[in-house]
């Protein structure tokens, strides 16, 4: 299993820095909704690496299979939804140099998530792998008390632990994520959606895992609590080192922090880059379309158009290029030939795109052709931008201080 | 809640002549009665003191955080729910009152709501949202009917109106859904529409359409907008006037280019770092943490007071009147007052270094 990493043309970790090794890395997943005749497609050959410590953002439209594939990596699909094809690895830490991480068997090579058995997956569940879901408000259990909650995981993973020190760690975690201790005893309701994504997100970071899924985790709240807890939570990426997916629908929001993106459409990852390859030279027209969907805050108000047409129905998918029908730039071959995601022609960084545009035939066209950013002066991002985040007492201010 | 004799800011477009649609001092409390937690009946101030005007073939955009109160005052205009105090005045004069007048006022001004998924019944095909409304406040009847109802699904570019007319809501898309909303809307030939988050349930692909439809209809209709919304930068976009609401009152009105390009109060200051924005070199800094009031018990004088980070002494004492802050542009902000004390302006060091949500005692 452990050699089943092949030449396949994959998706590459991020350009910003240098390369990161693997933490997980998934070949040809396929989701299903349903089996026989009437099933749909939901995911289908995803194949992505994720980097240590790497924060992907995953893009994309309702129904494009972002979630679907993100709780596929764990197995957490509800029942019409079968991983019919693929493979998850995950790649166990090298050394365990904290003490909560002491329950997971140790393995030789990476684990296949998708072959694990029933007490493998429990171990790899939230010690290693852990989920924060969209809904806070629905993921809380509304009868239980905070810190029962806080604690729960620790109980199930963490044998050695006593009631004192998993009430020590739950007001910790609480500390983590900006929350006074004296809310241990409150309950879900009577907190703030802010605090209660919040919570979720200590939760998720109880037993320091090594990948944190998030599916649409701010969502919901204002776009000021949405930034603070993005701050925050890059702020522990910073410091507990785990890797993040992040699953949104808001491709601005993502492209201001994410190292690398992956936008989804119709089941279908259709480009990777880093982000700042993305912003300043999109290869698919998907994603070029994405980013004039957009309307920015700055220059000049002009009329933008979107993306025509609309999503297709995962029960009636066009041949060929999925993308065809609504693409500008679609040629006749793309309504026969479905596209992988490969590396564009002539380009030697590890950004992937699934568009036949690239593939070397033809010059793209120039909207889709815009030369990559140099990757050296965006490698340094993430820590400058978790430094200036901090909230700081601010120096050039006259009155008051920011906090 | 100091001086309610403030001058009379109307916020709203530009506009010469009298607008479609004005509310003057509109102000909603709600009651929340006595139960067996609280002996005492309290008070939301969803909308206070709110005077706003809406003339033809213009845009608004309401902009503001949940509970700031903008949905409140979408629904008050619509006459859906009925003021505590203040009045709208349709076309320069006041509404009457009774089921009549009533009547007429619904065939002027119409609501779209947010969830194009609720708001339209299942069971019913688009033919029959759409004439219902022409069968209650029209006498076209059969052909005229039909000949009217395609006219319609064709101005919201659902065109061959043949292909939709039958369609059941969930044959649909999202974006396909809230334009026969926004038909159901035009069917009566409106005055003013008002669109509460119309985009914010659509993926982000078709967003646009249902934002250019609505730009179109302005000029094409010369419908009075007002589009209510957290997205300032889509606001922005569309929007003649941004009017920034925050707990109920507005803070700042002005052109919209110029309040995302020069905020004046700290508040839409606040609004527009944390937006995102790819754009951006470095992360933002946040000025003015923590969430938003009780709007049961706001806070004294200013009601950001808590929250900004220029906060001065008499941010906490006097609430601030509309200030002028720039062409057209008004701020309801101690900073933007020329006629004050120097002890009015000492900063005020308890409020904003306290952290996130202090309500002030």
Redesign the interface.
Known sequence: MTTTSSSLPLAGPPTRGQRREPVLQVRDLCVDYGVGPGSVRAVSGATFDLGRGEVLGIAG??GSGKSTLAYALVRLLRAPGVITNGEVLFHSRPNTGSTLAANVPAADGPVDLLGADAAELRAYRWSEISVVFQSAMHALNPVARIDHQLTDALKQHRRGMNAADRRERAVELLRMVGINADRLRSYPHEL?G?MRQRVMIAMALALEPQIVIMDEPTTAL???????IL?ELMLLRERLGFALIFIT?????L???ADSIAIMYAGRIVERAGGDEL?RSPRHPYSL??LK??????GE?I?????PG??PSLKDLPSGCKFHVRCPYAMDRCAQDEPILLRPFGETGSRTVACLLHDGLQPPPEQLAAITPVASTTGAKTT??AE??R?TT?DN?P????? | MTDTTSPTVVHGPVHTGVPALEAKHLTKHFTLHASSFSRSSRVVHAVDDISIALPEATVTAVVG??GSGKSTLARLLTGLITPTAGELLLDGAPVPKGEKARRKYTSSVHLVLQDPFSSLNSVHTVRYHLERPLKLHTKLRRDALEQRIKELLERVALSPAELYIDKYPHEL????RQRVAIARGLAVGPRVLLADEPVSML???????VL?LL?ELRESERLATMYVT?D???A??LADTIVVMYAGQVVESGP??QI??SPAHPYTQ???????????A??????????PPSLIAPPSGCRFHPR?????AICKQEQPPPLPAGQDQYAACWLHSTDRTPQDKT???TG??A?P?VAAA
């Open positions: 439209e309702s703030s802010g204002d776009v000021v609590t949405q930034r603070e701050e629908h808001d491709l601005s929001l492209l201001e922090f912003l379309g994405l969907s957009f309307p920015g805050l700055h108000r009329r933008m158009v979107g993306i609309s999503p400058e931008a200036a985040a909230p601010p201010e009155t008051g201080s920011a906090r | 955080e949940s898309s999202g974006g396909q993926d982000v692909s078709i967003r646009l359409g250019n730009d957290h300032i930068a889509s922005r976009y919209a280019t995302t390009d606040l609004l527009l770092s944390a937006a995102p924005d790819p754009d951006r470095v992360p933002p800094v946040l000025r003015g943490r923590g969430a900004c980070p220029f906060a001065m900063p005020l060091d904003a270094a952290g949500a």
